[in-house]
């Protein structure tokens, strides 16, 4: 079995193959520290939680990570708090930075016999159409390789070489949110001890912790906006304009780390099955960030993946790899579709012609609902927190 890259989805199917003693070698074209230090997301679902502990996969985020179920919604028309933890299905989630998961996820995998060979980009995945797939790439000193295998797992995100190798006729459904975020990491313990979501007219403002002296931001900005237009001071004040300090009180300014841009988009592919080749995680669907659903799709993709090949390696039941797709396929759209109504819950035009009043009061009445009704607050919480 080859894996094609170390992010979540990869190294969760990685550990249950190898787990279950089936051969794997994971291909990854970053070196380790890069993959260990790299900041993304940090809120994992309870479903998630239930799938790493299953398998044996969860012992530093028991330890480490923290229960979260609260948010908090700064809006025109004042603030609420919703805990939604004790709503809905009544699941919280857990608070453990991505790059502490893949950490562990590397130590357990290799602990378990796993084989990884990091700095080799795959380039190309060929005869994805016969029993002997083959996978081209290039080390970091520029040599080229082969390998072959059974299987194929393209786990290596959007720009990866799965996505590349494609036949023709792939669909691909695609949204472009229109939407872009200026991400940020600041040295500051959290402001609040909620997810903060604010609306405001200068755009979408965004509060998550990840430690206790990291937090993560997010500002909505024009598109193509450079990640280094704005200077720390104004990135504050406009964080704290947005989020309403003054009426709710100042945010905890600190050192900004690290920015990156985030043009919002969505997109799945379909089918996430070509022959030999399957795709997981964000190399099968791509999900915007605003419900945190990215790596927990790709924890279950890959632990549904990982369980279909066991039974094909081991048993030659082939049940689980033919309908692959189909049993990923309507997760995706759910998620797809909570994210995509979070997207419109937290942004609206700007303008000031009709078109735009119009959507804008859409998005209040939204909000009001979500304020007021306890069954909108529950169908919320299990989506919100749901995969
Ligand atoms: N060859 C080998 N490795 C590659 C290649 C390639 N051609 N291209 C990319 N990679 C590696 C990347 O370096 C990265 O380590 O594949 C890995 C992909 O990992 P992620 O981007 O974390 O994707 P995935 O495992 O699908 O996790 C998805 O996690 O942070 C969330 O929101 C994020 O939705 C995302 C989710």
Redesign the pocket.
Known sequence: MVV????????VLGNILVDRGIDCVV????ERT??QT?A??GFLAAGTVRILARHGLDEGLRRHGRTHGTCEFRTEDGRFRLDYSGLGQGDPHTVYP?QDL?TDLLARYLERGGRIRFG????AVRAADSDRPEVD?READGRSGLWRARYVAG???????ARRSLPAGTVRHHRDHGVTWLGLLAEAPPSLDAVGYATHEHGFAGHMARTSDITRYYLQCERGTPADAWSEEYIWDELELRMRAREYGPLRRGRVVHRSVVDLESDVLEPLRHGALFL????AG??S?SAA???N??VLEASILAHALIDDLTAGDSEGVDTYSARCLPHIWRAQEFSHWMIGLLHGPSGADGESLFHNSLRRARLTSLRTSRSQQDWFAEHYVGV
């Open positions: 094609l890259g170390a992010g979540p989805a990869g190294l291909l990854e074209r970053a890069h993959v790299r993304r997301a991505q893949v080799t980009e795959a380039v790439v786990c290596d995100g959007r720009h990866g070489a997981v995680g964000d190399a791509l999900i960030p659903k990215g790596a799709l790709a």
